[in-house]
Each structure stands twice: as C-alpha cells, then as structure tokens.
C-alpha cells in the first residue's frame, strides 16, 4: 500500500477551561480524544457528529490552526505535530482549509482579486503579470467572471461569497483540502451547487478532502470513506456507502436515521430511533462509552469500560463492545 | 333554527387573504410579503417552505401582528376565528397573541430572557391571559414543562435559560407558548439550531401536541425533510409569493412548478444509489429591491418562455392543488423526467 497522504495517530486537543493560576483548578475539555486516521491521496473523508463532538477542532489541528495537544499528523510522511510556525511554513500551502461562513472568513476591506493573490505574493508564485492571470484562472475555475476582481466581499451573494473562498484555498494548488461545513451556511438551492463545484475540482485537480459536515446526505455526496464522532472520539469509520447503508454503531444508527427524509409516506419514521436527552458536555463525559447514557442497547458494561475502535468488517471499524 | 345558522360556514382558524408587506427603505421600496393567500384548518399543520428572502418569516410576524412602524406598510387581511386583525391596536393584539396563537423561534436562546428563571417566564405568560394565582400559575408551568418531556420539571423551571440545553430550551419555548392552550402555533425554523438527534424529538414532539392540546401549526422550515414529516398542507415561496401549494403528498409526487421540483432534486438523497451530480438551479435568488420583470424565478428557470419575462403568473388551481406557472401541465411532468436525466447542468457563471 502506497503512503497515505496524511496520517493522523492518536491526535488529542484539550483546552483548559477557567482562568486560574493554578493549572489543576481548571476543568479541561477533551475536544479530540486520540483520533487516529489516515487518507491516500485522491481520496475524501468525511468528518461527521454533532455539535461538540469534536469535528471542527480535529480539521483546525489537521492544518495546525491549532496545536495538538499530542499525537502526530503525518503529511506525506512529515510529522507537523511539533513543527514550530516558522518550520511549517514550506508544509501550508500543501494544505489549505475552506470555512463555513463565508460571511466571516473574507476582509471586508478588500477587493477579490486582492484576497486571491494575497497567498500567491506570500509565498512568491510568479510576478505581478503572472500572478494577475492566475488570480483570472481561479475565478474561472469556480464559476466566477474575471471582472469580479475589482469588487468587494459584500457585492457577493453567500454562495458566491463561497466560491471565492474555495478559489483562495485552491491558490497554492494545494494537495489536501480540508473545507469546515462549507455548504451550511447556504440556502438549498445554492448547496447543490457547491456541492457539485466540490465535486468537479476534485476531479479536474486530483484533490483529496477532508470534508467536515452535520449534514449527513452532503457527506453522503461527497466523500468515499466517514468517519463519526462524538464528544472528541470516532465512534465507527468506513466506507461511506457501508456506513450509510449498514450503520454498525447504535450512534451512527440513530444519528442516520433521525434525519429527517423528504418522503412523504413516513416510512423512514417509522423506523426512526428516536434517542433520549442530549448530547453531553465535552467537559464533563459520560464514564465509560461516551455515549452509554443515550444508547439504547448499553449494557452494565459500558458505564466503565470504553471501548476501542476495532475492525468490524472489510475497512470498517467501531467502537462498541457489541457492534458485529 | 334561522336559515342563517344553520347555512353558515363555521369560519376556518386562520385565513390570509391577499396579504401585503412592504418596508420602505434607503434603496426603495422591499415587498417582503406579495399577494399572499391561505386558510388554517382546527389541527392541521401546514408547512410553508422556502429559502432566505423568500417572505416566510416576514409573513409569519404579519400574522402575528408583529410588524408595525413608520417605514412598514401592509394590506390585506388576515383572521382568526373569524376575527379580523389588521389593523387592530396593540393592546387587543396583546390580548390575542399568547392566548389565541403563540410562536416557537429558531433560537430559543435570544427569544427567552436571560435574566429571569424558565419558570417565571411561563408564570407570567399564563398570569397575563389567567386569572390563576402565582401558586397555581407555577404548578400549571411545571405541569407543561412536564408534558413537553423534560425530566424532573421542578428543577428546570427555576433553571435560568443559558443552565439548560439547546433542545431543553425548544422543549421550554415549546412550554410557553402552549400555556394557554392557543388554537394556533407559529412555529418559525423550529428545529433548525437543533442537533439532528434532538431535531427528531422536538419534531416528534410537535405531532404529538398536535394530538395532545389540538393545536394548529404553522410550520416555517427550508427543510423539505421536516416538510414530509411533519406537514398536511404545504406552501412554496419564492421571493414574496406563493409559487406552489397543495397537500404534502401532491407536491412530493407530483410537483407541479419548477422551483418546487428544483428544491426537491437538489437534495442529495440519503438512502438508495447514490446520483453522481445532484441537479441544482441555476443562479442565486433574486433580490426584493430589484426583481425580475415577470415570473420571479424566471431567470432561474430552465422551462423561461417570452411570456414569463413579460407576465407575472398567479395562483391558478388545478383541484385542489395550485402553482403560480405557465408551464402547460403536460410538460411539467416531460420536464421532471428529462430533468433527471439532464441533471449534469454544468456551473455557470454569475452574470450578475
């Protein structure tokens, strides 16, 4: 098997919550609780849980928007875990991330064509003549007219707003594409269209993505492998189509089936797990399995005893002390 | 028994008829809400779908009598049981509003207030419309805090908003505003902010108190998922109209405007083949300052023709179904299965 593209082992954040002197006085939030993952290149994993679990800090620590608290994230065989800012420097523009508010993650006080070579003249990719064709290239590249360059972020509409942001990650031809929610933000009608942007610049520019969603039936879209978590570990990763269609995790079960489907007759309702209560505070975890509390089939067992993740099929992995 | 008695229609619970907003503002004037139409039934949940500009909620606050000030303008009527309420007085509003029809928002965090207790505010929403003492007001707050499925209510009720939860805190708006039992429930983007775990419990918990306290339900959502669970009669808006309206089950089978279909197609499916492209409409929603002469998706629309651009179409029933579209319906179908088959529509560029 070929190196994979990025490699994460073991990889946990935690924040210190509380301002006191004293270290041991603060409660500490496990945001990322040993993930461990890999991703060959050409290839789209999806990150999903709900709110908390711990989805959108693994992504921040995947490009070290964040430092790892420990653990190693192995990118083409380099580990950034430890590299300091400066040392990271060569690895950036390789990997490049795309938000969720496309609202949020554009100055407002500059013109589109600025935002676009601003990475370019950074990292030193060409000349002024060179860099202003490029700048046409990417506008191009994601449905946007070269004229756009002169305008200013809140000229766009949220979905054009969007586009710009995945032309500025696509500047430096980046290898890894990790995008936090990017089509969230969006109204319907504008999603699909995103969605189907996504999907044709992975094809054209070979990308690989880490594709961080809530929205299951986006992630369905868009990726080949999952991976689901909640409250900081991955509780079951596979194959997407496997996942979605044999979920082995009673979470990824529910999580599955309480969405809701544009169905008329009710019948997935039906038969909808419908789990009690919500999910818990990543300062304070449940003992045990994380999710015991809420799990409809938990036993005695898993109130002490966490369960790893351990193979459960071809490429297909859970932790559950029950999962088949 | 008098002729007239007998004859008489009982009233629905709400209708809207032709229903007007206009904001005056720097850029000119905004129609928000445009000609807008529709009649609650006692206990019936109606959906009214649409994306960000499209009217939904400014329609919603209309009803409620929410919308006032120098720079609004509105026509039309709207009433309740029977009663008309455009254009009564705040004070005979406040009357209505909490007793008669209640609201559940998006974000139950900035519709509650932070700095008093979820008990105190059910307390005074039921003391206002009640003649109950703070005892019993309590005890009937519990009792509702109880039946919208938080466990150990007496303690949650003297939780402060920000101690309880993302879906405890729908779960106490949802409290509140059934206090007095209202006929009606405005329910804007209820389940939104929700996780997709705690989504399902409070949609579930809408049927049953649909069941339980015989309440109607406007139901606002851009989720066309929560539509089919949830709705008996649906209403598509787009850009201050109604574009389509039917039964749940007409407008999932049978879609009859182009907009409608494009919503429905563009949401990846979650079980079955997965589509390589998910067929999306064209271009961005139109703005309220600047709309297109003619049918206002008709910039968006693959099936335009010349009298689009020109004519605004209206509502015009087929049975009980209506859409706001020239499109002959025999081609409406032949376009929903070429559609299919052209989902690969490739991105355009904005011309805008």
Not at chain 1, 32 to 48: A, K, M, R, W
Request: aromatic share 4%.
């Amino acid at each position: 098997m070929t190196r994979p593209l990025l490699e994460a082992i073991e990889v946990s954040k935690s924040y210190s919550r509380g301002n006191h002197v004293l270290a041991r006085f603060n409660e500490t939030v496990k945001a990322v609780d040993q993930v461990s993952f890999t991703i060959q290149e050409g290839e789209s994993l999806g990150l999903v849980g709900e709110s908390g679990c711990g989805k959108s800090t693994l992504g921040r620590c995947l490009t070290r928007l964040h430092a790892v608290t420990a653990g190693q994230i192995l990118f083409d065989g380099v580990d950034l875990a430890p590299l300091s800012l400066r040392a990271l420097r060569p690895y950036r523009p390789h990997i490049q991330m795309v938000f969720q508010d496309p609202y949020a993650s554009l100055n407002p006080r500059r013109r589109i064509g600025d935002l676009l070579a601003e990475p370019l003249r950074v990292h030193h990719r060409g000349s002024k003549a060179e860099i202003a064709e490029r700048v046409g290239d990417l506008l191009d590249r994601v449905g946007l007219l070269p004229d756009h360059v002169h305008r200013f972020p809140h000229e766009f509409s949220g979905g054009q707003r969007q586009r710009i942001g995945i032309a500025r990650a696509l500047a430096l031809n980046p290898r890894l594409v990790i995008a936090d929610e990017p089509v969230s933000a969006l109204d319907v009608s504008v999603q699909a269209q995103i969605v189907n942007l996504l999907l044709d610049l992975r094809e054209q520019l070979g990308l690989t993505y880490v594709f961080i969603a809530h929205d299951l039936s986006v992630v369905r879209q868009v990726t080949e492998r999952v991976a689901v978590m909640y409250l900081g570990r991955i509780v079951e990763m596979g194959r997407t189509d496997t996942v979605f269609r044999a979920p082995a995790h009673p979470y990824t079960k529910a999580l599955i089936s309480a969405v809701p489907r544009p169905d008329p007759t009710g019948a997935s309702r039906a038969q909808r797990i419908i789990l009690h209560g919500d999910v818990p505070s990543p300062s304070n975890p449940p003992s045990g399995c994380h999710f015991h509390p809420r799990c409809p089939v938990a036993q005695d067992r898993c109130r002490h005893d966490a369960p790893t993740l351990r193979p459960v099929g071809p490429g297909r992995q859970a932790a559950c002390h029950f999962a088949a | 028994m008098p002729p007239d008695v007998s004859m008489a229609t009982v009233p629905p619970l709400l209708e809207v008829t032709d229903l007007r907003v206009a904001f005056h503002t720097e850029r000119g004037i905004l129609q928000a809400v445009d000609g807008v139409s529709f009649r609650v039934e006692a206990e019936e949940i109606v959906g009214v779908v649409g994306e960000s500009g499209s009217g939904k909620s400014v329609c919603l606050m209309a009803v409620l009598g929410l919308i006032s000030g120098p720079y609004t303008h509105i026509e039309g009527s709207v009433r309740l049981m029977g009663r008309e309420l455009v254009g009564l007085p705040n004070r005979e509003l406040r009357k209505i509003r909490g007793r008669d029809m209640a609201v559940i928002f998006q974000d139950p965090m900035t519709a509650m207030t932070p700095v008093y207790t979820v008990g105190q505010q059910i307390v005074e929403q039921i003391r206002v419309h009640q003649p109950l003492s703070r005892k019993a007001a309590k005890a009937r707050a519990i009792d509702l805090l109880d039946a919208v499925g938080i466990g150990a209510p007496a303690k949650a009720a003297d939780r402060y908003p920000h101690e309880l939860s993302g879906g405890m805190r729908q779960r106490a708006m949802i409290a509140m505003a059934l206090s007095c039992n209202p006929r009606l429930l405005l329910a804007d983007e209820p389940t939104t902010a929700l996780d997709v775990t705690v989504q399902a419990q409070i949609l579930d918990l809408i049927l049953r108190l649909r069941s339980e306290f015989k309440s109607a339900v406007i139901l606002i959502t851009h989720d066309m998922g929560v539509i089919a669970e949830a709705a008996d009669q649906v209403m598509v808006m787009y850009a201050g109209r109604v574009v389509e309206r039917g039964s749940k089950n007409q407008l999932f089978a049978n879609p009859l405007h182009p907009y409608t279909w494009g919503l429905l197609a563009s949401i990846p499916p979650l079980d079955g083949e997965r589509v390589h492209r998910l067929p999306s409409i064209g271009g961005l929603p139109p703005s309220l300052l600047d709309l297109p002469a003619g049918c206002a998706f008709s910039p968006r629309c693959r099936d335009v023709s010349a009298r689009c651009q020109g004519e605004r179409p209206v509502l015009d029933r087929h049975g009980d179904h209506a859409r706001a579209c020239f499109l002959p319906l025999e081609s409406v179908a032949a376009q929903r299965r070429a559609g299919l088959a052209a989902s690969l529509q490739p991105a355009e560029a904005f011309s805008e």
